[in-house]
Protein backbone atom coordinates (compact mmCIF):
# COMPACT_ATOMS: atom_id res chain seq x y z
CA UNK A 1 0.00 0.00 0.00
CA UNK A 2 2.90 2.26 0.64
CA UNK A 3 4.17 1.52 -2.92
CA UNK A 4 0.72 2.67 -4.27
CA UNK A 5 0.46 5.69 -2.55
CA UNK A 6 4.17 6.78 -3.08
CA UNK A 7 3.72 5.49 -6.52
CA UNK A 8 0.32 8.45 -6.61
CA UNK A 9 1.95 11.48 -5.63
CA UNK A 10 5.34 11.05 -7.16
CA UNK A 11 3.19 11.12 -10.46
CA UNK A 12 1.12 13.50 -9.61
CA UNK A 13 3.74 15.39 -8.18
CA UNK A 14 5.86 15.63 -11.35
CA UNK A 15 2.78 15.58 -13.87
CA UNK A 16 1.86 18.83 -12.14
CA UNK A 17 5.40 20.41 -12.27
CA UNK A 18 5.68 20.02 -15.82
CA UNK A 19 2.37 21.43 -16.44
CA UNK A 20 3.01 24.54 -14.35
CA UNK A 21 5.99 25.05 -16.03
CA UNK A 22 4.70 25.02 -19.51
CA UNK A 23 1.54 27.08 -18.65
CA UNK A 24 3.93 29.83 -16.32
CA UNK A 25 6.58 30.48 -19.62
CA UNK A 26 3.05 30.57 -21.45
CA UNK A 27 1.57 33.39 -19.48
CA UNK A 28 5.17 34.93 -18.51
CA UNK A 29 5.75 35.12 -22.44
CA UNK A 30 2.20 36.94 -22.76
CA UNK A 31 2.81 39.37 -19.85
CA UNK A 32 6.00 40.43 -21.99
CA UNK A 33 4.66 41.05 -25.44
CA UNK A 34 1.74 42.42 -23.60
CA UNK A 35 4.12 45.47 -22.24
CA UNK A 36 6.57 44.96 -25.19
CA UNK A 37 5.83 49.13 -26.07
CA UNK A 38 6.71 50.07 -22.44
CA UNK A 39 10.43 48.04 -22.44
CA UNK A 40 11.07 49.66 -25.72
CA UNK A 41 10.23 52.99 -24.78
CA UNK A 42 12.18 52.72 -21.12
CA UNK A 43 15.29 50.99 -23.40
CA UNK A 44 15.26 48.30 -20.80
CA UNK A 45 17.19 45.21 -21.90
CA UNK A 46 16.47 40.98 -21.29
CA UNK A 47 17.35 41.25 -17.83
CA UNK A 48 14.58 43.43 -17.12
CA UNK A 49 12.05 41.53 -19.02
CA UNK A 50 12.84 38.49 -17.27
CA UNK A 51 12.73 40.32 -13.63
CA UNK A 52 9.47 42.05 -15.02
CA UNK A 53 7.90 38.54 -16.26
CA UNK A 54 8.69 36.52 -12.85
CA UNK A 55 7.11 38.96 -10.69
CA UNK A 56 4.39 39.28 -12.89
CA UNK A 57 3.49 35.07 -12.97
CA UNK A 58 2.94 36.50 -9.06
CA UNK A 59 -0.97 36.97 -10.20
CA UNK A 60 -1.17 34.21 -12.16
CA UNK A 61 0.67 31.61 -9.49
CA UNK A 62 -2.23 29.70 -7.34
CA UNK A 63 -4.45 29.91 -10.54
CA UNK A 64 -1.72 27.92 -12.65
CA UNK A 65 -0.79 25.59 -10.17
CA UNK A 66 -4.56 24.60 -9.47
CA UNK A 67 -4.96 23.86 -13.16
CA UNK A 68 -1.90 22.24 -13.54
CA UNK A 69 -2.80 19.60 -10.00
CA UNK A 70 -6.41 19.62 -12.12
CA UNK A 71 -4.65 18.24 -15.23
CA UNK A 72 -2.49 16.35 -12.98
CA UNK A 73 -5.35 14.63 -11.23
CA UNK A 74 -7.20 13.53 -14.46
CA UNK A 75 -3.68 12.10 -16.10
CA UNK A 76 -3.12 10.02 -13.44
CA UNK A 77 -6.57 8.05 -12.80
CA UNK A 78 -7.30 8.72 -16.54
CA UNK A 79 -4.39 6.42 -17.08
CA UNK A 80 -4.83 4.15 -15.06
CA UNK A 81 -7.86 3.51 -16.14
CA UNK A 82 -7.21 3.44 -20.11
CA UNK A 83 -4.36 1.08 -19.11
CA UNK A 84 -6.57 -1.16 -17.15
CA UNK A 85 -4.79 -0.60 -14.09
CA UNK A 86 -7.80 0.13 -12.63
CA UNK A 87 -9.24 -3.28 -12.81
CA UNK A 88 -6.39 -4.86 -11.22
CA UNK A 89 -6.33 -2.52 -8.78
CA UNK A 90 -10.06 -2.99 -7.67
CA UNK A 91 -9.22 -7.45 -8.37
CA UNK A 92 -6.54 -6.58 -5.37
CA UNK A 93 -9.30 -5.27 -3.16
CA UNK A 94 -8.74 -1.88 -3.58
CA UNK A 95 -11.70 0.44 -3.41
CA UNK A 96 -11.96 3.56 -5.13
CA UNK A 97 -11.79 5.34 -2.22
CA UNK A 98 -8.82 3.86 -1.45
CA UNK A 99 -7.27 4.97 -4.23
CA UNK A 100 -7.71 8.60 -4.15
CA UNK A 101 -7.42 8.41 -0.17
CA UNK A 102 -3.50 9.42 -0.97
CA UNK A 103 -4.72 12.21 -3.34
CA UNK A 104 -7.48 13.47 -1.17
CA UNK A 105 -4.64 14.22 1.97
CA UNK A 106 -2.22 15.53 -0.75
CA UNK A 107 -4.63 17.60 -1.52
CA UNK A 108 -5.01 19.15 1.84
CA UNK A 109 -1.40 19.23 2.55
CA UNK A 110 -1.15 21.25 -0.69
CA UNK A 111 -3.42 23.48 0.15
CA UNK A 112 -2.44 24.31 3.76
CA UNK A 113 0.77 24.96 2.54
CA UNK A 114 -0.43 27.54 -0.21
CA UNK A 115 -2.22 29.12 2.43
CA UNK A 116 1.13 29.71 4.55
CA UNK A 117 2.68 30.62 1.33
CA UNK A 118 -0.17 33.02 0.39
CA UNK A 119 -0.07 35.18 3.34
CA UNK A 120 4.10 35.14 3.67
CA UNK A 121 6.33 35.08 0.86
CA UNK A 122 3.55 35.51 -1.49
CA UNK A 123 2.62 38.62 -0.39
CA UNK A 124 6.39 39.19 -0.78
CA UNK A 125 6.16 38.32 -4.23
CA UNK A 126 3.12 40.50 -4.96
CA UNK A 127 4.56 43.54 -3.44
CA UNK A 128 8.08 42.72 -4.84
CA UNK A 129 5.76 43.17 -8.62
CA UNK A 130 4.58 46.34 -7.60
CA UNK A 131 8.29 47.75 -6.77
CA UNK A 132 9.79 46.41 -9.92
CA UNK A 133 6.75 47.61 -12.17
CA UNK A 134 7.46 51.61 -10.31
CA UNK A 135 11.64 50.64 -10.56
CA UNK A 136 10.87 50.00 -14.12
CA UNK A 137 8.15 51.91 -15.99
CA UNK A 138 7.49 54.48 -12.89
CA UNK A 139 4.53 54.96 -11.41
CA UNK A 140 2.51 52.52 -13.42
CA UNK A 141 -0.65 54.51 -12.17
CA UNK A 142 -1.81 58.08 -10.23
CA UNK A 143 -2.49 57.60 -6.50
CA UNK A 144 -4.95 60.69 -6.77
CA UNK A 145 -8.86 59.82 -5.98
CA UNK A 146 -11.22 62.07 -7.31
CA UNK A 147 -15.29 62.55 -5.97
CA UNK A 148 -14.20 61.12 -2.45
CA UNK A 149 -16.82 60.73 -0.04
CA UNK A 150 -16.66 59.65 3.52
CA UNK A 151 -18.91 59.03 6.99
CA UNK A 152 -18.93 58.20 10.44
CA UNK A 153 -22.27 58.28 12.13
CA UNK A 154 -20.92 57.89 14.57
CA UNK A 155 -18.46 60.73 15.00
CA UNK A 156 -21.10 62.94 13.35
CA UNK A 157 -19.50 64.12 10.23
CA UNK A 158 -19.76 63.74 6.23
CA UNK A 159 -16.56 64.83 4.01
CA UNK A 160 -16.50 64.92 0.66
CA UNK A 161 -14.10 66.23 -2.04
CA UNK A 162 -13.23 66.86 -5.51
CA UNK A 163 -9.86 65.49 -5.28
CA UNK A 164 -7.32 63.81 -2.92
CA UNK A 165 -3.48 63.95 -3.53
CA UNK A 166 -1.47 61.15 -2.33
CA UNK A 167 1.91 63.06 -2.60
CA UNK A 168 1.12 65.88 -0.75
CA UNK A 169 -1.79 64.48 1.36
CA UNK A 170 -4.38 66.95 0.11
CA UNK A 171 -7.53 67.54 -0.23
CA UNK A 172 -8.97 69.66 -2.96
CA UNK A 173 -12.56 71.71 -2.59
CA UNK A 174 -13.75 69.82 0.66
CA UNK A 175 -16.83 70.22 2.23
CA UNK A 176 -17.21 68.90 6.09
CA UNK A 177 -20.85 68.61 7.52
CA UNK A 178 -20.86 67.71 11.55
CA UNK A 179 -24.25 65.71 12.57
CA UNK A 180 -25.19 65.78 16.12
CA UNK A 181 -28.24 64.18 17.16
CA UNK A 182 -29.25 63.26 13.63
CA UNK A 183 -28.99 67.46 12.23
CA UNK A 184 -26.03 69.04 10.21
CA UNK A 185 -24.78 71.72 13.27
CA UNK A 186 -22.43 73.17 10.75
CA UNK A 187 -21.41 72.58 6.91
CA UNK A 188 -17.36 73.56 6.16
CA UNK A 189 -16.12 74.21 2.80
CA UNK A 190 -12.52 75.11 1.96
CA UNK A 191 -10.09 75.60 -0.92
CA UNK A 192 -8.01 72.88 -0.18
CA UNK A 193 -7.09 70.67 3.11
CA UNK A 194 -3.86 69.43 4.12
CA UNK A 195 -3.02 66.55 6.28
CA UNK A 196 0.07 66.53 8.35
CA UNK A 197 0.83 64.71 12.46
CA UNK A 198 -3.06 63.27 12.79
CA UNK A 199 -4.57 66.51 11.60
CA UNK A 200 -6.24 68.25 8.78
CA UNK A 201 -5.99 71.89 8.41
CA UNK A 202 -8.49 74.03 5.96
CA UNK A 203 -7.01 76.22 3.98
CA UNK A 204 -9.95 79.69 2.88
CA UNK A 205 -12.41 78.24 4.97
CA UNK A 206 -15.88 79.65 5.17
CA UNK A 207 -18.25 77.84 7.81
CA UNK A 208 -22.27 77.85 7.39
CA UNK A 209 -23.39 77.04 11.21
CA UNK A 210 -26.61 77.03 12.59
CA UNK A 211 -26.70 78.17 16.26
CA UNK A 212 -28.71 76.65 19.20
CA UNK A 213 -31.28 79.76 18.94
CA UNK A 214 -31.86 79.02 15.56
CA UNK A 215 -29.43 81.83 13.63
CA UNK A 216 -27.76 81.39 11.28
CA UNK A 217 -24.44 82.66 10.83
CA UNK A 218 -21.40 82.09 8.39
CA UNK A 219 -16.87 82.57 9.25
CA UNK A 220 -14.68 83.06 7.33
CA UNK A 221 -11.22 81.30 8.14
CA UNK A 222 -7.80 81.72 6.35
CA UNK A 223 -6.74 78.80 8.01
CA UNK A 224 -9.04 76.40 10.52
CA UNK A 225 -8.83 72.85 12.26
CA UNK A 226 -11.90 70.75 13.08
CA UNK A 227 -10.76 68.89 15.78
CA UNK A 228 -13.58 66.27 15.67
CA UNK A 229 -12.01 65.05 12.10
CA UNK A 230 -9.95 62.82 12.40
CA UNK A 231 -9.83 60.29 9.21
CA UNK A 232 -6.15 58.95 8.33
CA UNK A 233 -5.52 60.62 4.90
CA UNK A 234 -4.83 56.80 3.66
CA UNK A 235 -8.60 56.26 3.93
CA UNK A 236 -9.74 59.00 0.85
CA UNK A 237 -7.38 56.41 -1.38
CA UNK A 238 -9.50 52.99 -0.24
CA UNK A 239 -10.68 52.66 -3.69
CA UNK A 240 -6.95 52.27 -4.97
CA UNK A 241 -5.94 50.11 -2.34
CA UNK A 242 -4.70 46.95 -2.92
CA UNK A 243 -6.01 43.79 -0.46
CA UNK A 244 -3.83 40.86 -2.14
CA UNK A 245 -0.81 42.78 -0.75
CA UNK A 246 -1.52 44.52 2.59
CA UNK A 247 -0.55 42.27 5.64
CA UNK A 248 -2.84 40.43 7.68
CA UNK A 249 -3.55 42.55 10.86
CA UNK A 250 -2.84 45.41 8.60
CA UNK A 251 -5.85 44.60 6.38
CA UNK A 252 -8.26 43.59 9.38
CA UNK A 253 -7.84 47.05 10.53
CA UNK A 254 -7.99 48.61 7.79
CA UNK A 255 -11.64 46.88 6.69
CA UNK A 256 -12.70 47.75 10.52
CA UNK A 257 -11.77 51.93 9.69
CA UNK A 258 -13.43 51.51 6.26
CA UNK A 259 -16.99 49.62 7.49
CA UNK A 260 -17.98 52.66 9.85
CA UNK A 261 -16.57 55.36 7.15
CA UNK A 262 -17.58 53.64 3.76
CA UNK A 263 -19.80 51.02 3.52
CA UNK A 264 -19.85 50.84 0.23
CA UNK A 265 -16.39 50.61 -0.47
CA UNK A 266 -16.40 48.56 2.60
CA UNK A 267 -18.27 45.51 0.77
CA UNK A 268 -15.88 45.40 -2.36
CA UNK A 269 -12.58 45.49 0.02
CA UNK A 270 -14.01 42.62 2.15
CA UNK A 271 -14.91 40.54 -0.89
CA UNK A 272 -11.16 40.99 -2.05
CA UNK A 273 -9.83 40.29 1.07
CA UNK A 274 -12.35 36.74 1.68
CA UNK A 275 -10.85 36.27 -1.84
CA UNK A 276 -7.46 36.32 -1.09
CA UNK A 277 -7.94 33.83 2.01
CA UNK A 278 -9.68 31.06 0.35
CA UNK A 279 -7.59 31.43 -3.14
CA UNK A 280 -5.73 28.36 -2.16
CA UNK A 281 -8.80 26.01 -1.16
CA UNK A 282 -9.31 26.58 -5.21
CA UNK A 283 -6.98 23.95 -4.87
CA UNK A 284 -8.76 21.60 -2.63
CA UNK A 285 -11.72 22.31 -4.96
CA UNK A 286 -10.34 21.43 -8.54
CA UNK A 287 -8.64 18.35 -7.39
CA UNK A 288 -11.56 17.10 -5.67
CA UNK A 289 -13.06 17.59 -8.96
CA UNK A 290 -10.74 15.14 -10.67
CA UNK A 291 -11.13 12.43 -8.19
CA UNK A 292 -14.54 12.64 -8.36
CA UNK A 293 -15.04 11.37 -12.01
CA UNK A 294 -15.16 7.74 -12.62
CA UNK A 295 -13.11 7.45 -15.92
CA UNK A 296 -15.31 4.99 -17.23
CA UNK A 297 -15.17 6.15 -20.61
CA UNK A 298 -15.36 3.03 -23.78
CA UNK A 299 -12.98 5.26 -25.70
CA UNK A 300 -10.32 8.39 -25.53
CA UNK A 301 -10.41 7.83 -21.36
CA UNK A 302 -7.64 10.47 -20.98
CA UNK A 303 -9.19 13.29 -23.62
CA UNK A 304 -12.45 12.95 -22.31
CA UNK A 305 -11.89 12.81 -18.78
CA UNK A 306 -9.43 15.60 -18.73
CA UNK A 307 -11.99 17.84 -20.97
CA UNK A 308 -14.88 17.54 -18.72
CA UNK A 309 -12.75 18.06 -15.55
CA UNK A 310 -11.29 21.44 -17.23
CA UNK A 311 -15.47 22.20 -18.39
CA UNK A 312 -16.46 21.62 -14.54
CA UNK A 313 -13.43 23.84 -13.96
CA UNK A 314 -14.45 26.82 -16.18
CA UNK A 315 -17.77 26.29 -14.74
CA UNK A 316 -16.74 27.18 -10.78
CA UNK A 317 -14.16 30.20 -12.05
CA UNK A 318 -17.61 31.89 -13.78
CA UNK A 319 -19.35 31.53 -10.72
CA UNK A 320 -16.72 32.79 -9.04
CA UNK A 321 -16.58 35.68 -11.22
CA UNK A 322 -20.70 35.87 -10.76
CA UNK A 323 -20.57 35.84 -7.35
CA UNK A 324 -17.84 38.24 -6.29
CA UNK A 325 -19.91 40.81 -8.88
CA UNK A 326 -22.59 40.15 -6.70
CA UNK A 327 -21.27 40.14 -3.23
CA UNK A 328 -19.41 43.38 -4.69
CA UNK A 329 -22.71 44.93 -5.44
CA UNK A 330 -24.35 44.29 -2.09
CA UNK A 331 -26.65 41.69 -3.47
CA UNK A 332 -24.81 38.78 -1.26
CA UNK A 333 -22.48 38.39 1.42
CA UNK A 334 -18.99 38.14 1.04
CA UNK A 335 -18.04 34.70 3.06
CA UNK A 336 -21.60 33.37 1.30
CA UNK A 337 -20.06 34.45 -1.88
CA UNK A 338 -16.53 32.86 -1.41
CA UNK A 339 -17.59 29.78 -0.41
CA UNK A 340 -21.16 29.07 -2.76
CA UNK A 341 -19.20 28.44 -6.15
CA UNK A 342 -16.93 25.73 -4.11
CA UNK A 343 -19.97 23.94 -2.66
CA UNK A 344 -21.34 24.26 -6.04
CA UNK A 345 -18.60 22.63 -8.05
CA UNK A 346 -17.90 20.11 -5.42
CA UNK A 347 -22.07 18.92 -5.91
CA UNK A 348 -21.94 19.31 -9.68
CA UNK A 349 -18.92 16.73 -9.77
CA UNK A 350 -20.50 14.62 -7.29
CA UNK A 351 -23.49 14.49 -9.40
CA UNK A 352 -21.91 14.12 -13.09
CA UNK A 353 -19.95 11.29 -11.03
CA UNK A 354 -23.00 9.36 -10.38
CA UNK A 355 -24.63 9.43 -13.75
CA UNK A 356 -24.63 6.36 -15.91
CA UNK A 357 -24.78 7.23 -19.16
CA UNK A 358 -21.11 7.90 -20.41
CA UNK A 359 -19.46 7.75 -23.89
Not at 100 to 119: D, G, R, S, Y
Not at 207 to 220: A, E, F, K, L
Not at 241 to 256: E, G, P
Request: aromatic share 14%; hydrophobic share 50%.
Amino acid sequence: MRIFTRYTIKSITVTATVAFLIFSFLVMAVETFMNMDRFIQNNLGLREMALYAFFSLSDYFLLLLSVSLLFSVSYFLSNLSANNELIALYTAGYSKRRIILPIFFFAIFITLLMLLFNENLGLRWKNGRDVVSTELFGRSGTQDATNVSLSDMESGFVVHADRYNQDNQRLSYPRLILVEGGKPVYRLEAASASYSGGIWTFENAVIHRMNSDGSYSVSTYSSYVEPSFTVESDMFLSQNMQMDTMDFFQAIDYLSSLRSLDGENYQVKVTEFLSRLFEPFTILVLMMIGMSMNYTFKKNVLLFSIVESLVIAVVYYVADMVFSITSEQGLTAPLFSVLAPMVMTILLSYMLSLMGKRI
